[in-house]
């Protein structure tokens, strides 16, 4: 058998294919900087893809099908060494995301004017009603026939009915048939643009796509008698785009909500201490990203309120901060145990559009608790050009009942990965990690349980080429 020294090992490790996540609330690269705490000159690219299979019921039992669609970006980092002590790099992430769209036979997804029409009008609140009014015949002058208003009356809700009888007594003359048909028109004509509107959307689903871009600059000093010491930190640029469409009539008087989210960039910071000690092939590092806040605009259509058009009004959205611990040490001179830990308080964070607050008095997205997730692996080095590795994760999720634009409730997962070399300097790693997703409710922003998400899965896989030379 061949043996390796710790030192050797360090800079060959085989957990260099740090796999993204399918994690909670919008996370997505895991925000990993150890491209950054490489010795010597490094530089790689990653590309994943993250396939996920989410399905589930609404509350009528009918199936959303499979509303998780794929989703793949790229990631790179390239790392300097001034002189012993300073470093400077470049790391580029897709940090946040979403892509989500409902289908199938459930009620996220329009299913016409009349589904439409029906389910709003349903129930006896006495805000809405029903259908029959709007196809009464009203005479030029306003008024309209007793028999057509009492034929109405028949097929009005329990409420309305007894309104009517209350006020009229059954005898219903000329001024209360205008005034009857003149409320009608009132409270039909928001209804009726919401049932026009879902016609013409008729077998589209509620869907989103949230994408970021993060470009990551790090200067860091090393410090102490052997250098095992490091700090660094540097100025974060962060782009931003999104769109969100409520469609079905899970939503309400929201479907057919439309909203674009204006590209926007905005600066944040990360700071970061990493600790080395060769000899064992040890290195800790824990590193904070800030928040970071955009002040862009956003178009809206809400058909509810019989716009004509888009509303472009201004739009905040503060993307969260986030806390990671690496670490990594040897167990023997061919293997390392490495491990993840990362927190995101998601509790704080929500998507708030304008226009969709100010009518419905609700963000659209909000989580109930903050993220934590984990991951332990062990990486086993076969020879000078190939190693192995295995992991195990698990993801806390951002709270239960969640959200209808992305119901999971977190993960465990199971991880491989690979990697050769195949000349001392240059690299190429595979991996594939498996998810099993938790159990989820799913709300509406109303706090209204919109369905049940169970037995779902995916899986992610992604490559990596790295040059590294000390």
């Known amino acids: 058998m061949t043996y390796f020294s710790y030192k050797t090992l360090t800079l060959a490790t085989l957990c260099g294919l740090s796999m993204t996540t399918y994690g909670?609330?919008?996370?997505?690269?895991?925000?990993?900087?150890?491209?950054?705490?490489?010795?010597?000159?490094?530089?790689?690219?990653?590309?994943?893809?993250?396939?996920?299979?989410?399905?589930?019921?609404?509350?009528?039992?009918?199936?959303?099908?499979?509303?998780?669609?794929?989703?793949?970006?790229a990631r790179f980092?390239?790392?300097?060494?001034?002189?012993?002590?300073?470093?400077?790099?470049?790391l580029y992430d897709e940090p946040w995301g979403a892509a989500v769209e409902h289908f199938g036979n459930s009620n996220f997804v329009s299913q016409g004017a009349d589904a439409t029409y029906s389910?709003?009008?349903?129930?006896?609140?006495?805000?809405?009603?029903?259908?029959?009014?709007?196809s009464l015949a009203v005479n030029p002058d306003g008024s309209i026939n007793d028999i057509e208003l009492e034929k109405a009356s028949k097929r009005l809700g329990p409420i309305l009915q007894q309104q009517i009888l209350d006020k009229q007594r059954i005898d219903v003359g000329e001024a209360a048939a205008q005034h009857l048909a003149s409320e009608a028109i009132k409270q039909l004509a928001p209804v009726n643009q919401i049932s026009n509107t879902a016609e013409a959307q008729k077998g589209q689903g509620t869907n989103v796509e949230i994408r970021t871009q993060n470009a990551t600059f790090l200067l860091g000093a090393k410090f102490g008698q052997n250098k095992n010491f490091q700090i660094y930190g540097g100025p974060a640029l962060q782009r931003l785009n999104g769109e969100v469409h409520l469609r079905g009539t899970a939503y309400d008087r929201a479907t057919g909500y439309d909203a674009k989210i204006s590209t926007d960039h905005a600066l944040g910071w990360v700071a970061g201490v990493a600790y080395t000690k060769p000899e064992i092939a040890l290195k800790a590092s824990l590193t904070y990203r800030s928040d970071i806040e955009h002040k862009t605009d956003i178009a809206?259509?809400?058909?509810?309120l019989r716009q004509t058009g888009r509303q472009t009004q201004p739009f905040r959205v503060t993307l969260p901060e986030s806390y990671n611990l690496?670490?990594?040490?040897?167990?023997?001179?061919?293997?390392?145990?490495?491990?993840k830990v990362?927190?995101?308080?998601?509790?704080?964070?929500?998507?708030?559009?304008?226009?969709?607050?100010?009518?419905?008095?609700?963000?659209?997205?909000?989580?109930?608790?903050?993220?934590?997730?984990?991951?332990?692996?062990?990486?086993k080095k076969l020879s000078d050009k190939v190693s192995v590795s295995g992991n195990i994760g698990y993801d806390s999720g951002a709270g239960n009942p969640i959200s209808t634009l992305g119901p999971i409730k977190g993960y465990y997962s199971l991880g491989l990965g690979a990697k050769y070399n195949f000349t001392p300097e240059w690299s190429v790693s595979a991996g594939a990690k498996y998810l099993k997703f938790g159990d989820a409710t799913a709300q509406l922003p109303t706090r209204t349980t919109a369905g049940q998400f169970k037995d779902n899965d995916g899986y992610i896989v992604g490559v990596k080429l790295a040059y590294h030379k000390k």
Not at 77 to 90: C, Q, R
Not at 344 to 356: A, E, G, N, Q
């Open 24 to 73: 909670a609330g919008l996370d997505r690269s895991g925000q990993d900087v150890t491209a950054f705490l490489q010795d010597g000159t490094y530089g790689e690219v990653v590309y994943t893809y993250i396939d996920a299979d989410v399905s589930g019921t609404d509350m009528n039992g009918g199936s959303t099908g499979d509303l998780a669609e794929a989703y793949d970006f």
């Open 326 to 339: 690496d670490f990594q040490t040897g167990v023997s001179p061919t293997m390392l145990l490495t491990a």
């Open 77 to 90: 980092g390239v790392k300097a060494d001034i002189n012993d002590t300073f470093s400077v790099g470049v």
């Open 300 to 304: 809206e259509v809400f058909p509810a």
């Open 342 to 379: 990362r927190y995101v308080p998601w509790s704080d964070f929500d998507i708030r559009p304008t226009l969709y607050t100010q009518t419905a008095k609700t963000p659209i997205i909000d989580y109930a608790k903050d993220q934590w997730s984990g991951e332990i692996g062990l990486g």
């Open 119 to 134: 389910a709003l009008v349903a129930g006896t609140n006495g805000q809405n009603i029903p259908r029959a009014l709007s």
